[in-house]
């Protein structure tokens, strides 16, 4: 049996400030991963609970070095190669890259970062969606740790101030 090391995963914040969401900049956050001794980084992204459905996957990144230090602001293209390099899927609106929190009005979401570390960079083409990356990654998985915020608007649209 193969152990699995915990990583230990922070975002800097517990709510979305509104940079990261849609009603900001929709920039992707910096994560702060330690830990760390794998050959590539994953990341997915996950909200758990959309109502009468399932959950939904906001961000798909993968073969990322391994690095302490996941900048934010990754751009919303399939080869990533600045400020880091990396591929990128698939998200659950259809597009590629990180898509932030938009919880329907008058909701409170949470949103899961879920960081594997890899003993290889993977064999997954860019744009493949958070199923694929996935089966890419059994068998390679050494490391894990998440971290999740939340992120609420007010009925008007708004993000809600705390």
Known sequence: M????TLVVDLGF??????????????????????????SVA?????????????????????IEPRSLIPAGIPRVPIV????PALQ????????GYSGP?????ETHRYFFKVYGLDT?????????DHELVRAMRGHVVQFGETFAMYSRADDGGAMRR
């Open 2 to 5: 193969i152990s699995m090391e």
């Open 14 to 39: 517990s709510i979305f400030p509104s940079v990261h969401t849609c009603d900001g900049g929709n920039l992707s956050p910096q994560i702060e991963i330690k830990g760390l001794d794998a050959a």
């Open 43 to 63: 990341i997915i992204a996950v909200n758990p609970f959309i109502k009468n459905c399932c959950s939904f996957c906001p961000w798909v990144i993968w073969n």
């Open 81 to 84: 190669a600045s400020p880091i």
């Open 89 to 96: 899927g698939t998200n659950g609106y259809g597009g590629i």
């Open 102 to 106: 938009c919880p329907p009005p008058g």
């Open 121 to 129: 960079m993977l064999e997954c083409p860019p744009g493949a969606n």
